[in-house]
């Protein structure tokens, strides 16, 4: 243990830079609006707890193949039709893209108009492949 203080005092640039990062990422991921959640985790939501799955992707993508029971609420007209979410509210709402980093945006944005149970699967539609998981064309 005293080698740990000794560390620290004598990086203590190093250290300092460390928990900064750290804290900055804690920061940041408060700041996304939803909790990750996998593939697996997502699929239980649905199960257990009725949970209905946001595929925010354009129309095109989603026809080339979404998870079956999917809404498809494209991020551009998110706000627009935000009035047809709204039977949804007190439930489980997972958000997916194609890779994570839209839903999060999704998420801000649900979670402003009153959506608290929000979650985004942690890798889009590219994990649930990933992980082998069936997709469904339209």
């Known amino acids: 243990m005293d080698r740990i203080f000794e560390f620290a005092a004598n990086h203590y ?3 300092s830079a ?3 990062l750290w804290t900055l990422f804690f920061f940041l991921e408060s700041r996304r609006g939803s909790l990750a959640v996998s593939p697996q985790g997502a699929t239980s939501l649905v199960n257990r707890e009725d949970g209905v799955i946001i595929d925010v992707r ?3 993508e989603y026809r080339q193949g979404h998870i079956a029971g999917s809404i498809n609420v494209p991020l551009a007209k998110l706000n627009e039709r935000s ?3 709204e039977k949804y509210r007190d439930k489980p709402v997972i958000l997916v893209c194609k890779l994570g980093n839209q839903a999060s945006h999704a998420g801000r944005q649900l979670q402003q108009q009153g959506f608290a149970r929000l979650y985004r699967m942690r890798g ?3 994990g649930w492949r990933a992980d082998s998981l069936p997709v469904v064309r339209a």
């Open 13 to 15: 640039i190093l250290v």
């Open 124 to 126: 889009g539609i590219q």
């Open 83 to 85: 009035g047809e979410l």
């Open 58 to 60: 354009d129309e095109d």
């Open 18 to 20: 460390f928990f900064l």
